[in-house]
């Protein structure tokens, strides 16, 4: 028996009313994106089978809503915790009544599909389009933390798709479950955890840290974003590269700077911390304000940071440069 009769087959036979129902079974096992109590938005729903299994999934204190521009028949689902929204996803007044419908949900699923002209460069393009209206729907009503999977037929401009939808989550995966097709080019994307940060990897900023954390990192709060900041102490005043951003909270660490070793400055202060330096070059991180040293060059021993040793170097002052 092929794959196609198989899955056909097991879906009439257990009630689903596509094949496509496995699919969504089989990325969940995979991604963990259904959970008990979940609010999920279901894009290119008809006829339904994404919708009974999200429904099951999501059980009775759950809800699903499911859109299509297709009619997609009422579902007599004993928990009665599915609605739907007949409408075109490209139209801004189907996203609207999305919008007005739910309001912070837990997952956005897309099985969209465009029409097949057997085109394939066209009909990849039009599935990319589709999976970035996915991705449009969920930066609207996704809440922190939650999940997209969105549909997309495999072609030259997935790999862009893919680095667009990792922006916005901690992660991104690609699923190519079992159930589909052996001949079909579709693949899951998946994004992990929406972060909604208002700071960026990468970005530089000076905080107030104002309370420690359990693992003695201070903590800075950036528009009720928490930021932690090693080797700082409340009170402190620092300027920070931001390290990684998680859903909630990111990690930063001090500012570095690069010293030419031909230089004269003296710099008195207490070592903080030994950070691994690249090559010859000697690198500080300094809080301008104090001058202190957070770590030394790379002849101070490491005895001398462990006792937190006030040391002296020498190089120039206009000749430190910031390590990006
Ligand atoms: C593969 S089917 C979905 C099957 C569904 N997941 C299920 O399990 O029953 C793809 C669906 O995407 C819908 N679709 C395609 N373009 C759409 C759009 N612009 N807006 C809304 N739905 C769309 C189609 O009408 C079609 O029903």
């Given amino acids: 028996m092929t794959d196609k009769d198989m899955y056909y087959n097991k879906a009439k036979q257990e009630d689903y009313r596509a094949r496509s129902a496995y699919k969504?079974?089989?990325?969940?096992?995979?991604?963990?994106i259904l959970s008990g109590g979940n609010t999920v938005v279901d894009l290119g729903a008809a006829p339904g089978g994404w919708l009974q299994v999200a429904a099951d999934r999501v059980g009775p204190s759950g809800r699903v809503l499911g859109v299509d521009k297709q009619r997609i028949d009422p579902l007599d689902h004993e928990n009665r915790n599915v609605s739907t929204i007949r409408g075109d996803i490209t139209d801004e007044r189907t996203i609207d009544r999305i919008t007005a419908e739910v309001g912070d949900v837990d997952a956005v699923i897309?099985?969209?599909?465009?029409?097949?002209?057997?085109?394939?460069?066209?009909?990849?393009?039009?599935?990319?389009?589709?999976?970035r209206q996915a991705l449009a729907v969920a930066m609207d009503v996704l809440a922190p933390g939650g999940d997209l999977v969105a549909k997309v037929f495999q072609g030259r401009d997935l790999d862009g798709l893919r680095s667009d939808v990792d922006d916005p989550f901690e992660y991104v995966r690609t699923i190519s479950p079992d159930a589909s097709r052996d001949s079909s080019s579709?693949?899951?994307?998946?994004?992990?955890?929406?972060?909604?940060?208002?700071?960026?990897?990468?970005?530089?900023?000076?905080?107030?840290?104002?309370?420690?954390?359990?693992?003695?990192?201070g903590i800075a709060t950036v528009d009720g974003y928490t930021l932690f900041v090693p080797n700082t102490e409340i009170g402190?005043?620092?300027?920070?590269?931001?390290?990684?951003?998680?859903?909630?909270?990111?990690?930063?660490?001090?500012?570095?700077?690069?010293?030419?070793?031909?230089?004269?400055?003296r710099v008195l202060g207490m070592i903080k911390q030994r950070?691994?330096?690249?090559?010859?070059?000697?690198?500080?991180?300094?809080?301008?304000?104090?001058?202190?040293?957070?770590?030394?060059?790379?002849?101070?021993?490491?005895?001398?940071?462990?006792?937190?040793?006030?040391?002296?170097?020498?190089?120039?002052l206009n000749r430190i440069h910031r390590h990006d």
Avoid at 110 to 117: F, K, N, Q, V
Avoid at 188 to 208: N, S
Avoid at 236 to 248: E, L
Wanted: proline content about 4%; aromatic content about 8%.
């Fill in 186 to 217: 579709e693949v899951f994307l998946v994004g992990k955890r929406r972060i909604d940060a208002p700071v960026t990897e990468g970005e530089t900023l000076t905080v107030d840290v104002t309370a420690m954390g359990e693992e003695g990192d």
């Fill in 24 to 32: 969504l079974q089989q990325i969940d096992d995979i991604a963990n």
């Fill in 275 to 316: 950070v691994p330096t690249a090559g010859t070059q000697t690198r500080f991180a300094i809080e301008s304000r104090s001058l202190r040293v957070v770590f030394d060059r790379s002849t101070a021993s490491q005895t001398d940071c462990q006792r937190d040793a006030v040391v002296s170097y020498w190089a120039c």
């Fill in 236 to 265: 402190d005043t620092v300027t920070v590269v931001v390290d990684s951003v998680k859903p909630g909270y990111g990690f930063t660490e001090r500012q570095t700077w690069a010293i030419w070793p031909c230089c004269e400055l």
């Fill in 110 to 131: 897309s099985d969209m599909a465009p029409d097949m002209t057997g085109e394939y460069d066209l009909d990849h393009a039009r599935s990319v389009h589709l999976a």
